[in-house]
């Protein structure tokens, strides 16, 4: 394991639902990040917290609303999404979000949109 | 501008037989260089980095790399592949802006 847990592991949503995805880091990290992963491409930086304050957001749309209340949780709130939403969700932390710093992923959230 | 090109979607080994997978770059100021691993159905795990010093780093499961600042590479390899190496790597570089991923390259070792 790696200290990253994500809920839930899969989660089937309508266009007109509000889901909420959670992450929780045991390893007492400053920094923790949302990724999304979809087949054949780049994993996508979506939002990076520090210190649970946000210091990226890479121009995701507004139904994607991140929540970070402490250093060891992070929510990614999800409303109204489109089928081309679906993909892996992936949480990770840092021990902070420098140059340097490797990143601890959870297992994802796999999400559809139907 | 930043990029990171994995240009093969898929390597074919066979076990006991050296690996490499193929990671090239483009960034500004010095590299900060990662190689990540994913088995199915799970998360990205932390293989190795380099940030600076000796051109051939090692990492976790044998694997090692090695930075060509001429040729701006940073392949993976290993000496001799094993069955459960089989999973999706991703190389990853930092420049002077944010950490960007490579698509992703598919291991396959064979028996």
């Known amino acids: 394991e790696t200290g990253v847990t994500q809920t839930p592991r899969h989660l089937v949503m309508g266009m007109t639902n509000k889901k909420s995805l959670k992450c929780e880091q045991h390893?007492?990290?400053?920094?923790m990040y949302w990724y999304k992963q979809s087949a054949k491409k780049p994993l996508e930086l979506m939002f990076v917290?520090?210190?649970?304050?946000?210091?990226e957001n890479n121009s995701v749309p507004s139904r994607f609303s991140p929540e970070c209340p402490n250093s060891s949780h992070l929510f990614l709130h999800l409303h109204t999404l489109q089928p081309e939403d679906s993909a892996l969700y992936l949480c990770?932390?840092?021990?902070?979000?420098?140059?340097?710093?490797?990143?601890?992923f959870g297992s994802g959230t796999q999400l559809s949109v139907l | 501008a930043q990029s990171v090109a994995q240009p093969e979607d898929q390597v074919n080994v066979a076990e006991g037989n050296p690996l490499t997978v193929k990671c090239t770059y483009s960034?500004?100021?010095?590299?900060?260089l990662f190689w990540y691993v994913q088995y199915p159905n799970r998360g990205l795990q932390f293989l190795l980095k380099?940030?600076?010093?000796?051109?051939l780093v090692k990492g976790s499961y044998g694997f090692e790399a090695e930075f060509n600042k001429s040729q701006t590479s940073f392949h993976l390899k290993k000496p001799s592949a094993l069955v459960s190496d089989s999973a999706l790597y991703f190389c990853?570089?930092?420049?002077?802006?944010?950490?960007?991923f490579g698509q992703g390259t598919t291991l396959q070792v064979k028996p």
């Open positions: 990770a932390s840092s021990q902070d979000p420098g140059f340097g710093e490797k990143l601890f």
């Open positions: 390893l007492g990290h400053n920094a």
């Open positions: 917290y520090s210190l649970e304050e946000r210091v």
């Open positions: 960034v500004s100021g010095n590299p900060y």
């Open positions: 380099y940030i600076t010093g000796d051109n």
């Open positions: 990853a570089v930092r420049g002077t802006g944010k950490l960007i």
